[in-house]
């Protein structure tokens, strides 16, 4: 038994659940535009509209590369919540198509990130409700 605090399930909403549904396929999922083709991620933009062209319809979803490179990161020397004390560095990663994704950076140390690494999504399963997208180096 761990004496380690669970970490908090994130914010399912009917707009953002077929992602976390196909996180727990160990798909990663983003919103394309219409209109102009506009990768997404639908987990910081839940409005319905395209930052890019406008466009109000309703975008697709389409399965992901799962694969990029750090765009920046950080390491946190005091955590926001005590069940991700262990998890830390955070990476901002830029998707092949495009988007910039915040998640943990796991199988590397701190000293060894560097900008324009690539990396690749992996998933950890939080829950049998939740699975996390999750970054790694992509040569491991």
């Known amino acids: 038994m761990t004496d380690q605090i669970p970490k ?20 990663l999922l983003l919103k ?9 991620s639908p987990i910081y933009i839940t409005a319905n509209i395209c930052p890019n062209c406008g466009s109000r319809k309703p975008a697709d979803w389409v399965k992901a590369s799962g694969r990029g490179k750090v765009y920046t990161w950080v390491v946190m020397h005091r955590v926001f919540h005590p069940g991700f004390e262990p998890e830390y560095p955070l990476v901002i990663a830029e998707l092949e198509e495009g988007p910039r994704m915040l998640a943990n950076m796991r199988g590397i140390p701190n000293s060894e990130i560097k900008a324009g690494m690539p990396v690749k999504v992996i998933f950890e399963k939080l829950n049998e409700n939740i699975t996390l997208p999750q970054f790694a180096p992509a040569d491991k």
């Open 32 to 40: 394309k535009c219409v209109d102009c083709g506009h990768y997404r």
């Open 8 to 27: 908090p399930d994130p914010e399912v909403t009917p707009e953002n659940k077929p992602y976390w549904d196909a996180a727990k396929n160990h798909e």
